[in-house]
C-alpha cells in the first residue's frame, strides 16, 4: 500500500490492518477527522507526503519523530505549538505548511533545510538566523517583521530564488514602525526580483510585482503599503 487517507476511527482500525504492520512502503500518509493516535511517523520510513492538517486529534508528540522521514517532501500540520529540532534532518523537504499550528518559534536546525522552497507560517513566528543558507527558498508566507530581528531582515536579501514574500508588518494590532527595521526590509527588497508582495492584513490579497503585470516592478516596492 503506497497511500494511505485515514478518516474516522473505524476506517483507521481498517487501514492499520491492512497494512500489516508494515508501514514501510507507504509514500503519502493524509489523516483527517477524528481518527485516534496515528502509528509512530518512524514506521513510514518511504515517506514523501506528510498531511495531517485536517487531524482533530494531533497532539505535539504526534510528530516528535518526524526527523525520521528523510525522504519527506511535502509537510501540513496543524494545532501543534512546536516543531522538533529534528526537523533539519528532513534534507529533502521541499514544503512546509504550518499555517494553521500556534507555534512561536521554530527551531536552530531549520536552517539546514537547503531544499525547502516554499515555508508557510502563521502569525507571531521567530525564525531562526540563517535563514540565508536556505538558498532554495522560493516562497515565504506570513513573515512576522515585530518577532524577528532587524539582521534577519537583512538575511532574506540573501536568498536570490525568492519571489512570493507575506510580510506581516503588525504585532497585537500596532504597527511596528522601528526605523531600523524598515531600511533593512527595502534594503533586502531591493536585491530580490519578487512576483508578488502578499499583505496579510488586506485579506492576503498579492500585490504582482512580475514583469508580467501592470504593476511597477519590485525596485519599486516603496511605492506599496505594508498595511
Given at each position: 500500500?503506497?497511500?494511505?487517507?485515514?478518516?474516522?476511527?473505524?476506517?483507521?482500525?481498517?487501514?492499520?490492518?491492512?497494512?500489516?504492520?508494515?508501514?514501510?512502503?507507504?509514500?503519502?500518509?493524509?489523516?483527517?477527522?477524528?481518527?485516534?493516535?496515528?502509528?509512530?511517523?518512524?514506521?513510514?520510513?518511504?515517506?514523501?507526503?506528510?498531511?495531517?492538517?485536517?487531524?482533530?486529534?494531533?497532539?505535539?508528540d504526534d510528530i516528535d519523530d518526524m526527523g525520521s522521514l528523510i525522504h519527506l517532501r511535502y509537510?501540513?500540520?496543524?494545532?501543534?505549538?512546536?516543531?522538533?529540532?529534528?526537523?533539519?534532518?528532513?534534507?529533502?523537504?521541499?514544503?512546509?505548511d504550518l499555517t494553521w499550528t500556534t507555534v512561536k518559534e521554530l527551531p536552530a536546525t531549520l536552517?539546514?533545510?537547503?531544499?525547502?522552497?516554499?515555508?508557510?507560517?502563521?502569525?507571531?513566528?521567530?525564525?531562526?538566523?540563517?535563514?540565508?543558507?536556505?538558498?532554495?527558498?522560493?516562497?515565504?508566507?506570513?513573515?512576522?517583521?515585530?518577532?524577528?530581528?532587524?539582521?534577519?531582515?537583512?538575511?532574506?536579501?540573501?536568498?536570490?530564488?525568492?519571489?512570493?514574500?507575506?510580510?506581516?508588518?503588525?504585532?497585537?494590532?500596532?504597527?511596528?514602525?522601528?526605523?531600523?527595521?524598515?531600511?533593512?526590509?527595502?534594503?533586502?527588497?531591493?536585491?530580490?526580483?519578487?512576483?508578488?508582495?502578499?499583505?496579510?492584513?488586506?485579506?492576503?490579497?498579492?500585490?504582482?510585482?512580475?514583469?508580467?503585470?501592470?504593476?511597477?516592478?519590485?525596485?519599486?516596492?516603496?511605492?506599496?503599503?505594508?498595511?
Open positions: 500500500m503506497r497511500r494511505i487517507s485515514v478518516q474516522g476511527n473505524c476506517e483507521e482500525r481498517k487501514l492499520w490492518h491492512g497494512t500489516n504492520g508494515d508501514l514501510s512502503h507507504v509514500r503519502s500518509l493524509t489523516v483527517f477527522g477524528g481518527a485516534k493516535k496515528i502509528p509512530l511517523l518512524m514506521n513510514f520510513r518511504m515517506l514523501r507526503v506528510l498531511d495531517l492538517n485536517d487531524y482533530l486529534n494531533i497532539e505535539d509537510s501540513r500540520v496543524r494545532n501543534v505549538s512546536k516543531i522538533p529540532s529534528q526537523i533539519g534532518k528532513l534534507r529533502l523537504l521541499q514544503t512546509l536552517v539546514q533545510l537547503r531544499q525547502l522552497v516554499h515555508v508557510m507560517l502563521p502569525r507571531g513566528v521567530k525564525l531562526p538566523d540563517g535563514i540565508s543558507n536556505m538558498v532554495s527558498l522560493e516562497e515565504i508566507n506570513n513573515f512576522s517583521v515585530a518577532y524577528n530581528s532587524a539582521e534577519l531582515l537583512l538575511e532574506i536579501g540573501k536568498l536570490t530564488k525568492l519571489k512570493v514574500l507575506g510580510v506581516d508588518w503588525f504585532s497585537d494590532g500596532r504597527l511596528c514602525d522601528d526605523g531600523i527595521f524598515m531600511t533593512n526590509m527595502v534594503s533586502s527588497l531591493s536585491k530580490l526580483t519578487l512576483r508578488s508582495l502578499v499583505r496579510p492584513l488586506s485579506a492576503l490579497i498579492p500585490v504582482s510585482l512580475g514583469s508580467r503585470s501592470s504593476h511597477p516592478p519590485a525596485q519599486n516596492f516603496g511605492t506599496y503599503s505594508f498595511g
